[in-house]
């Protein structure tokens, strides 16, 4: 295992920065939720700008480029939300029509928001490199395809590797392959493969131990179906969020179900920049939006008359709101002297006024 790098401050996708001392940076991805509908597509790309996400995100693949055309029981999905379908049949039905990507693509520039794919082998790289894609998502499970991460690599793109059932070795080639095909901006990303996915499986505390151990920034790819733990990881040093996003989870498609509408999602970008902005620094000084509050912090107040050089004792001295008098720690130096002049009940404890 090689030793880690220093982890930079940031690296930016289409001038976006990203990492710790960034807001999250919050990807929509699209996967299979246009259910075989441009028009779906397209309005997803609208949805996600208004959402407030950073960039969307498609899968660049064709069935024949991602499996093999057979129902062989070791092609059949047994089980879970695709249970009994081929995988050919499946990609088939999930699959993004190649010659969508160029309209996508415009689509995206026109409205406003960064768009960028997974490529499943080097033919849907060449295909985004023909469009500029500005950066390269590696899936789960494909991270343990190294000839085709170097290929992505050599596009000197940024690239995110998800690690859904990857081990720390496996983690660790991945970057060694990306690192070596040239890659400079690389981040990985927390993930389970499961869909949807229990939170209790993500074990965020992995966030700061992968940053630490593999020395790239790291974010969350999040399957499970609410919005908690994706904001929870931003408090762990999650700098990149990845959620399924889809127009309504009645779509009827592949990956509709467990996917983000778009209230839901916009309440997701929402979170997890405020979850950012709360965690700042280590600042022990009073806050602009406590400062008016100050005044009303206790203080020691004389509570009955006293005559000039009347000895002061504990039933005249209170601490009480408002602020405007001595703190209260003074409260011991105070019983026992005496004031200078005559003083009024309900007056502050002025320190300078006293005398032993």
């Known amino acids: 295992m090689t030793t880690p790098a220093q982890v930079p401050a940031h690296f930016a996708i289409a001038g976006r920065p990203i990492g710790p001392d960034a807001p999250p940076y919050v990807i929509a991805e699209m996967s299979a939720n246009h259910n075989g509908q441009m ?39 047994r089980g879970g939300l695709w249970d009994g379908r081929s995988l050919y049949d499946l990609y088939e039905e999930a699959h ?8 996508l693509f415009e689509h995206a ?6 768009i960028f794919s997974s490529p499943f082998d080097p033919t849907a790289v060449d295909l985004l490199e023909d469009l500029n894609a500005p950066a390269y998502k590696i899936a789960s499970f494909e991270a343990v395809d190294l000839p085709l991460i170097r290929y992505v690599a050599r596009t000197g793109k940024p690239m995110i590797i998800s690690t859904g059932m990857a081990d720390a070795d496996e983690i660790q080639e991945a970057i060694d392959a ?53 904001i929870a990881s931003v408090a762990l040093g999650a700098c990149i969020i990845e959620k399924h996003f889809t127009l309504s989870r009645a779509g009827g498609g592949p990956d509709d179900t467990f996917s983000l509408e778009p209230a839901e999602f916009a ?6 920049r405020t979850a950012w902005e709360a965690l700042g620094g280590v600042d022990y000084s009073i806050k602009p939006s406590e400062r008016g509050n100050v005044k009303f912090r206790r203080s020691l107040y004389f509570v009955k008359p006293l005559k000039a050089g009347q000895l002061i004792t504990p039933d005249m001295v209170r601490s009480v709101r408002p602020g405007f008098g001595a703190a209260p720690k003074h409260l011991d130096a105070v019983l026992g002297k005496r004031v200078r002049t005559d003083t009024a009940a309900n007056c502050p404890v002025v320190l300078e006024d006293l005398v032993a």
């Open 96 to 103: 993004t029509p190649w010659d969508w990507h160029k309209p």
């Open 267 to 272: 309440a997701l970008c929402k979170g997890a």
């Open 39 to 77: 028009d779906n597509a397209l309005r997803l790309i609208e949805a996600a700008k208004a959402a407030g996400a950073d960039a969307v995100k498609l899968q660049t693949y064709r069935p024949d480029t991602i499996t093999l055309n057979s129902t062989s029981e070791e092609f059949m999905v």
């Open 178 to 230: 990306a690192r070596s095909g040239g890659c400079k901006d690389l981040a990985i990303l927390q993930c389970v493969s499961g869909y949807p996915a229990p939170a209790a499986d993500y074990n965020l505390r992995k966030i700061p131990d992968m940053v630490r151990r593999f020395g790239v920034h790291t974010g969350l790819s999040d399957h499970t179906l609410d919005n908690t733990t994706a």
């Open 109 to 114: 520039r026109q409205v406003g928001i960064t």
